[in-house]
C-alpha cells in the first residue's frame, strides 16, 4: 500500500505519517524499487492506534511507551493502567487549570458594565490585575 491509501485507512494525514517516521514513533517502511513507501495492515493498524492515543490526548512520548506496550505480549496490564492513570491526572490539572482561567474571566466581566463608559475592568483586569482571582 501506498502512503495515500495508508492516509485513508488509518485516518492519519500523509504529513503526520512521514512525521511520526521521522522522529521514529513509527517504523519507517520498505521501500519500492522505484522509491515509494510499501506499507502493509500492520502499518496501518499501528497508526490507527497512535491516532486513537493522541486524540486522547496522550502525549508523543506516552504514545511511544503505550507502541511498546502494546507490542510486547509479555506486558503487564498494571504497565498500561500506570500511563493511563498517569494521564488522567493530567487531565484533572487542566481541568482544573481551565476552571480557573474561566472563574477569572466571569469574574472581569462580572466587573464590566458592558456599555459606552470607557472604564475597561476586562482590560484593566488582564494587564494589573492579580492571576487566579479566586477568593474575590
Do not use: W
Request: net charge negative; with cysteine.
Amino acid at each position: 500500500m501506498q502512503i495515500g491509501l495508508v492516509a485513508e485507512r488509518s485516518g492519519v494525514p500523509a504529513k503526520t505519517i512521514r512525521y511520526y517516521e521521522e522522529i521514529g514513533l513509527v517504523a519507517k517502511p520498505l521501500r519500492t524499487d522505484s522509491g515509494y513507501r510499501s506499507y502493509d495492515k500492520q502499518d496501518v493498524d499501528i497508526l490507527r492506534f497512535v491516532s486513537r492515543a493522541r486524540s486522547l490526548g496522550f502525549s508523543i512520548k506516552d504514545v511511544r511507551n503505550l507502541l511498546t506496550l502494546f507490542e510486547d505480549r509479555e506486558r503487564a496490564s498494571a504497565d498500561v493502567k500506570k500511563i493511563a492513570l498517569e494521564h488522567v491526572d493530567e487531565i484533572d490539572q487542566k481541568m482544573a487549570e481551565l476552571d480557573s482561567i474561566r472563574h477569572t474571566l466571569l469574574h472581569l466581566a462580572d466587573k464590566c458594565h458592558g456599555d459606552e463608559r470607557p472604564e475597561y475592568p476586562i482590560l484593566d483586569g488582564l494587564a494589573h490585575g492579580p492571576l487566579g482571582v479566586r477568593g474575590e
